[in-house]
């Protein structure tokens, strides 16, 4: 379980983390959306360990981790342009976290194809990653975070860069695999449709203050998401036609 308390952050007079809660248990899926400059490269920074908060605490099951570097935190933290080693295969980019912990051979090789399986990359193994599209690139990232069972994989925006249908496939296909590996996740996006389809809870932020939601529908319900102007948009449309 993550539990983020009273979480602030300033730079220089500018409060960009103002109180931020929230607790996370493990194998839920935490959409954050918010619109640019609201702080969530903030939030996550601070949650991986490459920012210092000027306040709060940021606990695994009880304990602070805020003593502890970013590289021992076992938070993976993804960007959108996904960060790929260009002369490792995609089957050594997977392996690689394993290969560094000195995992045995027969069980990287049993590993990566069941992660390759699952991220639908099979055919993609033996390719370079300057062979490969944005969406597979993003795929073959996911892979190389979730093979190391991280306690936290942080995403920022990870499907930005992607057309509209790409965007949608990897949703899924995301949705899928978080749930497949019991994955624990903050995923922030200014995406409504994405949150939505992403999130099995939901967080909005807005000048560094954070709302999370008891449910789907309170997210739902909420004007400043914008949802509710959306289905009035498109009854007004369908209503006009
Ligand atoms: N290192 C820094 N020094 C000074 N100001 C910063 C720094 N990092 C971020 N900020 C400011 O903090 C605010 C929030 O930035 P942040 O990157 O967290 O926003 P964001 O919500 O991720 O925005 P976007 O979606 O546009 O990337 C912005 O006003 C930004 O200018």
């Not at 062979?131 to 073959?140: E, K, M, N």
């Amino acid at each position: 379980m993550l539990s983020v308390s009273a979480l602030s952050k300033s730079f220089g007079n500018t409060p960009v983390l103002q109180s931020c809660s929230f607790t996370l248990p493990v194998g839920d899926v935490l959409a954050v959306l918010g619109r640019s400059g609201c702080g969530k490269t903030t939030l996550l920074k601070v949650l991986a360990g490459l920012e210092a908060p000027d306040s709060g605490d940021v606990q695994f099951d009880g304990r602070s981790v805020l003593g502890i570097p970013a590289e021992r935190r076992q938070v993976v933290y993804l960007y959108q342009e996904p960060l790929l080693f260009p002369h490792l295969n995609v089957f050594e980019n997977v392996a690689f976290g394993l290969r560094i912990r000195n995992v045995p051979g027969p069980d990287v090789t049993a590993q990566v194809e069941a992660m390759l399986a699952s991220l639908e990359l099979s055919d993609q193994a033996r390719k370079q990653p300057n062979q490969l599209s944005g969406g597979q690139r993003q795929r073959v990232s996911f892979g190389r975070a979730l093979i190391i069972r991280p306690r936290l994989l942080l995403l920022d925006e990870p499907f930005g860069n992607l057309d509209a249908q790409t965007r949608a496939t990897m949703q899924d296909l995301f949705r899928t695999v978080a749930a497949a590996y019991a994955m624990t996740a903050l995923f922030v996006t200014h995406d409504t449709r994405e949150a939505l389809t992403i999130g099995t809870r939901f967080g909005y932020l807005e000048a560094g203050q954070l709302t999370t939601y008891d449910s789907r529908s309170a997210f739902i319900d909420d004007p400043r998401t914008g949802i509710q102007a959306d289905v009035n948009f498109w009854t007004s449309m369908y209503a006009g036609q």
